[in-house]
């Protein structure tokens, strides 16, 4: 089998040592964004319930550690909320818009490289076909051609368009795939968002203690 695979990539010219450069490259930046978008993804309402129970029993740095020993964005939004807990809604909204702002740019990290990598494989491919074909046009004004080597030079030609698509078509979908799930977790972070800034600023229960707490410092 590695002979085969061998075989195919010298056959395929020296243009497919960049294609297998860019396979490379696309695979472990797959493999490194998927494994790290599967650690943001958390057990969503059970974080946020746990939360609320903490912070509606006056455990607020219980709160805060619990965001702290949970990986990923969301706790880190709900994070930057509490730590504004008791101060206006405007600034309570900012917190979490800004977390935001700072977490949404982290998971997008060396996707669009992928896009990129889907666009240039294919031109690569194509550059190795004009190649080969040259090589046989020129091979074929020689006197005493041999078909044997213009057959081989049509193969490398093939080959490399072949393989240039091919590595193209992955890129594209391994692309599509990690959007999707960037797109699941933006999603994820306005919920929290909305559910966190609604529970601090009109729980009526937490509201009401916070009151009580008022009315007896006052006294």
């Known amino acids: 089998m590695e002979f085969i695979e061998h075989n195919f990539i010298l056959q395929g010219g020296v243009v497919m ?11 472990v930046i797959f493999i490194e964004r998927t494994l790290f ?16 129970n903490l912070v509606r029993k006056k455990r607020l740095v219980e709160a805060l550690a619990l ?3 949970t990986p990923g964005p969301l706790a880190r939004i709900v994070k930057s909320a509490l730590l504004h807990y008791g101060e206006s809604k405007d600034a309570i909204r900012s917190a979490i818009q ?15 490289t992928l ?30 051609a041999d078909s044997g080597e213009f057959s081989r030079l049509l193969a490398e030609a093939l080959i490399t368009s072949a393989s240039g698509l091919a590595i193209g078509v992955m890129a594209v979908l391994a692309h599509h795939f990690l959007i999707g799930r ?16 609604e529970f601090l600023t009109t ?9 009580a707490e008022e009315s007896t410092k006052e006294s």
């Open 67 to 69: 965001c702290e020993d």
């Open 37 to 52: 978008l599967h650690k943001g993804q958390i057990g969503t309402e059970d974080f946020l319930g746990g939360i609320k």
């Open 17 to 27: 040592y960049p294609l297998l450069i860019v396979s490379i490259i696309g695979f």
């Open 182 to 197: 960037v797109r699941a977790l933006v999603h994820d972070f306005e919920w929290v968002g909305h559910e966190i800034f």
């Open 115 to 144: 896009a990129t990598l889907a666009r240039v494989a294919p031109l690569l491919g194509f550059l190795g076909t004009l190649i080969s074909a040259l090589q046989a046009l020129y091979y074929l004004e020689a006197a005493n």
């Open 203 to 211: 729980d009526r229960e937490l509201l009401a203690k916070a009151g």
């Open 98 to 112: 800004g977390a935001g702002i700072v977490e949404i740019p982290v998971l997008e990290r060396r996707i669009g």
